[in-house]
């Protein structure tokens, strides 16, 4: 049996003749779905009383409801039963790493939400292991049910080794590399390092132009309406950032499209109801908007894929029509594999979703196999993930640390001013909030004063003397233990929080252990554990098995009392977005891009 990849369909050029003698009935399809509505992505409307006709994994035909039958009585049928069938969802803009788990066992979770493509910037697994770590994560990509493409890491790390230490350094050669060697290697992802690009930064245009040269597309990061002239014009021509109507209007009229985020709204990721605003009230095309999910963890993969993100922008405004055109033809054509995906159209993949009237996929084909029906992985889907990719050695041992680490300051012996990194929701920016503390007898009875608690970053890489860098977190609302990460974005040090050294210590114990994970731990005891030993990234588990793990999490994290989610709080260290981060050099102010002390 061949083995379920994208590699299973030929290439179109090899298949033209077979296609067009299917689609003129000189030679029978391998398969037909009929008495299906179709959904065109091409014209945006819904067309009733239809059939595909599919061979090879492409669709040679879209033919009325019953044609097959009348020149073929033996031809295999599926009844879709009025069902709506339409292109399989193409995600153009995720990181992979945020579920927690590999490539081939995200395709699970995306295949039963009726995602067939995606593009992913592997940029975390790349701040943990250089050219090795993407590399490896392309091995896995060929490797899955799924068709996995790549938007190449740009900025790792995401700002300089004066301000963080990573355990990769993707200079512009290594990236030119990449595209060289990887056809996958599609665009340029995500360029986070906006003031920089802005600013004409060498470093920051020497790798847009390694991806400008061969004529690859560069996706973007940015924040801000100042910015946008500048950074459209370096190249840039998307983003998934634009969080308000006013800077996604800004962007569409730059030239920029325009990737609307859809976040559960117990996250920092759900931007899509404000931006996609400049649809739905100033009046502009969706023609060069598209919806993408960016972060989910495996928990969060199987309840919000990017078919929730597509109801949501029904729900913004949009037609069904056209939410599923933005979540399939639109990315499609972005990267410009749109002769491929993205569409029902004759010659394309037969990666199909059935759903019903709800937008809601009940039953998915990945390049014309049946690989969900009835929202259950079928057998053949069963047996291809039992057979993921191994990651070399050396990813499992990325988290290096020295013995005897103080993961607490010395309290202030007078009165100062300390920088504190107050947190709000939704948590993607922090706001830095000058306290004015007075002398404590101890700490606890500061943190109680002024709602304040321990923040530490401690490199893992290997590549110090072991850095350890303190700060205060404001409102963020913990009131025991401690709660840890080694996924603390971008360069993925570990970041733990806590109300006292023995829990902080018993917290970064367990993450070593691991060698990786994210953690919740009280009164000396580890309450939860995600383990996460490849990278200090990626569990080695199927999804659901991650996903049940990650739910525990999310309870005692909110027993813990913490006002912002993990996945927030995993932000925490992420040196490209204002006003205050703490890296395992310190505190830093963004935009500013400048370090400061604790007290003062």
Not at 6 to 19: G, I, K, Q, S
Not at 139 to 144: L, V
Not at 455 to 460: G, H, L, N
Request: glycine residues 8%.
């Amino acid at each position: 049996m061949t083995k379920l990849t994208r590699f299973a369909v030929a290439p179109l050029h090899a298949m033209t003749r077979r296609l067009a003698d299917v689609a003129s009935a000189r030679l029978a399809p391998d398969l037909v779905i009929t008495g299906a509505r179709v959904l065109s992505t091409y014209s945006e409307r819904i067309h009733p009383g239809r059939e595909l006709w599919i061979t090879g994994g492409r669709i040679a035909a879209v033919k009325p409801a019953g044609t097959a039958r009348k020149a073929w009585s033996d031809v295999a049928v599926y009844d879709a039963a009025g069902g709506i069938i339409a292109p399989g969802l193409v995600d153009p803009h995720i990181h992979i790493e945020s579920s927690m788990v590999t490539a081939c066992a995200y395709a699970e979770a995306a295949l039963l939400n009726g995602t067939t493509t995606i593009f992913c910037d592997s940029h975390e697994i790349g701040n943990v292991m250089d050219v090795a770590g993407v590399e490896a994560m392309l091995e896995d990509a060929r490797e899955a049910p799924l068709s996995i493409f790549l938007t190449v890491p740009s900025t790792v790390p995401a700002t300089s080794a004066a301000l963080e230490t990573a355990g990769g350094d993707l200079t512009p050669d290594k990236i030119a590399g990449l595209f060289d060697r990887w056809p996958e290697a599609v665009a340029l992802g995500e360029k986070m390092d906006f003031v920089p690009v802005t600013m004409g930064d060498e470093r920051s245009h020497a790798i847009l132009a390694a991806a400008l040269k061969r004529g690859r597309p560069v996706s973007g990061h940015v924040y801000g309406r100042e910015f946008v002239a500048a950074y459209a014009a370096s190249g840039v021509t998307d983003t998934h950032e634009a969080i308000d109507r006013d800077i996604a209007d800004d962007l569409l009229d730059a030239g920029v499209w325009v990737f609307l985020r859809g976040g559960p709204p117990t996250t920092p990721w759900h931007s899509l109801p404000q931006a996609i605003r400049t649809v739905t009230e100033l009046g502009a095309s969706h023609k060069r908007t598209a919806v993408c999910t960016d972060d989910r963890d495996a928990d969060d993969l199987l309840l919000f894929g990017l078919d929730w993100v597509v109801r949501e922008a029904v729900k913004a405004g949009m037609s069904p029509e056209q939410a599923w055109s933005m979540g399939s033809l639109h990315g499609a054509t972005r990267f410009g594999t749109d002769g491929d995906i993205g569409g029902l159209g004759g010659g394309r993949r037969a990666d199909l979703v059935l759903m019903d009237g709800n937008l809601k996929p009940q039953s998915t084909w990945y390049g014309g196999e049946l690989v969900v029906e009835n929202r259950k992985i079928t057998p053949r889907l069963d047996q291809a993930l039992s057979q993921r990719y191994q990651y070399p050695k050396a990813a499992y041992v990325t988290v290096k640390l020295p013995e005897n680490l103080k993961l607490t300051p010395e309290l202030p012996a007078k009165a100062c001013t300390v920088n504190a990194i107050k947190t709000a929701l939704p948590g993607i920016t922090l706001i830095h909030e000058k306290v004015a503390i007075e002398p404590a007898n101890d700490w606890p009875s500061l943190f109680a004063r002024y709602s304040l608690c321990f923040v530490t970053v401690v490199e893992r890489h290997g590549k110090s003397a072991g850095n350890v860098a303190y700060g205060l977190l404001k409102d963020f609302g913990l009131k025991r233990g401690a709660v840890a990460s080694s996924v603390g974005h971008d360069s993925h040090n570990i970041i733990v929080a806590g109300t006292n050294e023995g829990d902080m210590q018993v917290a970064i114990a367990a993450i070593k252990a691991q060698q990786g994970g994210v953690c919740v731990v009280a009164d000396g005891k580890v309450r939860a554990l995600v383990p996460l030993p490849i990278a200090g990234l990626l569990s080695d588990k199927r999804v659901t098995e991650v996903a049940e793990e990650v739910k525990v999490l999310k309870t005692e994290w909110a027993e813990a009392g913490c006002t912002i989610p993990y996945m927030g709080f995993n932000l925490i260290p992420l040196s490209v977005i204002p006003e205050i981060r703490i890296t395992d050099k310190g505190l830093v102010l963004v935009p500013q891009m400048e370090l400061a002390p604790l007290f003062e």
